[in-house]
């Protein structure tokens, strides 16, 4: 017989112990509540400010463009950029804040 096959056998009269599975079980809680429940919030978050976007917001594009909304499509929004106030679309999907109104 090898060595591993003396390691890998099971102990005389052992089965299943739930004691056996609980660190295994510890670990899935804990990434449960550091990465995918924040995660979650986030994504719920994002999709609150997506859903409520409206004309005279400004806004921060994922790709850096500043602007104001001039109009809103079902996937797209208008955006005015300064300073030639030029006009693009952009999907909605891109818009990454709202920035609030200076004082």
């Known amino acids: 017989m090898t060595v591993a096959a003396i390691l890998w056998q099971a102990e005389p009269g052992g089965g299943f112990r739930i004691i056996d599975a609980l660190p295994l079980v510890a670990i899935f809680v804990v990434f449960y509540f550091l990465l995918f429940l924040p995660n979650q919030r986030r994504q719920k978050k994002q999709q609150e400010m997506l859903q409520s976007l409206k004309n005279g917001d400004r806004v921060i594009t994922s790709g850096g463009v500043h ?21 693009i679309e952009v999907l909605r999907s891109s818009v990454s804040a709202v920035e609030s109104p200076k004082e």
């Open 67 to 87: 602007g104001t909304i001039v109009g809103l499509r079902d996937d797209y929004v208008v955006l005015r950029v300064p300073p030639d106030q030029l006009r």
